[in-house]
Structure formats: C-alpha cells, structure tokens
C-alpha cells in the first residue's frame, strides 16, 4: 500500500485576494481558517502519514502565534517557504519522512476538496507516477490584448483547467526538482511534465474551487455546508478568531 504525505502550499503573496487584514490560507471560513479546512480533508484518511503546511517566511512568527496549538493537535509541520512556489513546495518535501512514497500537492487555499476526489487522484498517482485533479474547460475563451480589446478567441478543445491536489510518485518529484533547480513553473504538474513524464488527468470538480477574491469565501462557505464532516480524532480549531492577522 502507498503512503502519501500532503504539502499544503500557503506561501503565496495573495495579491489578488486584496484583503488588508488576512491572507487567503488564514481568512475565515466558517468560523475557521481556510487552511483547516484544507488539511481536515486529508488528517481524516488512513493512507495519510504526514501532512506538511508550507507558509511564507513573513508568516512563520504569526502563525506559529496563532496556530501552534493547531499543528500540535493535528500533528501538522510546518515548513518555510522560498522565494516562489517550486522552492516552496520543495522545501516542504524535505520535511516528509523518508517512509513517505508518494506525495500529494494542495492549495492551502482550496477547501472545499471531497473524499471520493482524492481517493481518485491518490488512486491515479500511485499507479502512474503521477496526476492531478482538473477540469473540462467549458466557457468561450477570449484572449485581450492591452487595450481591452479582444484579439482572438481561444479554440477551448482540448483544454483542462488543472486543479489539486496533485499527486506523484515521491522519486518522480524528487528527480523533477534534481533536474530543474529553480525552476518557476505554476504548479508541480508542468515541473514533472519538463523531465518527460506523462501525467495522468483525473477528472475534479468545480466545487472544488481555490480562493482567489473575498467573493469566493461565499461560494465555498455554500459548498462547505452541503459537504460530509471529517472525523478527527483531535480539536482542530482550540482558538477563535482573535484578530492576529489584521
């Protein structure tokens, strides 16, 4: 049997959030930061052993203020991210113990991620050596040039809009950031895709939406009620918002 372990990634800059008191990760979400509800959906799986939350350095002292009592009772660690996304993730797999095989990559701030979603991609990952989550595009795509004028429109064939989480073989990960340091890429799909290796697409969700501007917290806040509770065996959230991150 595969043993995964889950990097949370939430050292992002959150510049199109726009919100002068929070981060996306740590803005409430029905009573509890975005981020725990992230990382109820994997601490409730058996196959999980590890789940790792990577935050800025900028973040490190308030939210070990805010949340080190969380990470205790979840049994989360905590890892510093880099100066973009692919040194982060990859600072976050250096704290996977070594009997970790197979690694899961997930926004922190995408919530609203169900069981039978990540059974399917976990499922994909371990047999193929890697795949994500994504969805059929299905809106008319338009491609605007600087003036605000549309200068073509985008043939959608084809096109999946990638999700996660993201899941690969741990030596698959491991020789895609060997073989690409410092690399740049948006998400760890098309750094595995540059060393050649095929990535199986496994069909998501649109409920499974990441945070991006205060208007999504009232989509998924909807989608979180219409979802099963995890069961845990410990308190997640022992503290109420008190306003550290304003």
């Known amino acids: 049997m595969p ?5 949370l ?15 996306k990760p740590f803005a409430p979400l029905a009573g509890r930061p975005v981020w725990i509800h992230s990382a109820e959906r994997f601490l409730e799986r058996s196959d999980v052993k590890q789940v790792v939350i990577v935050v800025s350095p900028e973040d490190r002292e308030g939210f ?10 979840m049994g989360i660690t905590l890892a510093e991210g880099g100066a973009h996304r692919g040194e982060s993730v990859r600072r976050g797999l250096e704290k996977l113990d ?35 989550l994504a969805i059929p595009v299905v809106g008319t795509l338009k491609r605007v040039g600087p003036d605000g004028t549309i200068t073509e429109t985008v043939d959608r064939t084809g096109l999946w809009e990638a999700q996660t ?14 073989s690409r340091p410092g690399d740049q890429s948006t998400d760890e799909a098309q750094l595995v895709e540059s060393i050649g290796q095929k990535v ?20 998924a806040e909807q989608a ?17 918002d008190d306003g550290l991150w304003r």
């Open 64 to 73: 070990l203020e805010k949340f080190s009592a969380n990470l205790a009772f």
């Open 98 to 132: 070594a009997s970790v095989d197979t690694v899961a990559i997930h926004d922190a701030a995408r919530p609203c991620i169900a069981a039978p979603w990540i059974d399917s991609v976990f499922s994909a990952g371990a047999r193929t050596g890697a795949a994500i």
């Open 3 to 7: 043993t995964y372990g889950v990097i």
């Open 9 to 23: 990634a939430a050292a992002g800059q959150s510049s199109r959030f726009q919100d002068a008191h929070y981060k």
């Open 200 to 219: 199986t697409v496994v069909r998501g969700s649109p409920v499974n939406l990441k945070i991006t501007s205060r208007e999504d917290l009232v989509l």
């Open 165 to 178: 989480p993201q899941v690969f073989a741990r030596q698959v990960l491991e020789k895609a950031f060997a």
């Open 224 to 240: 979180l009620r219409a979802m099963p509770k995890p069961k845990l065996s410990g308190p997640a959230h022992p503290f109420a």
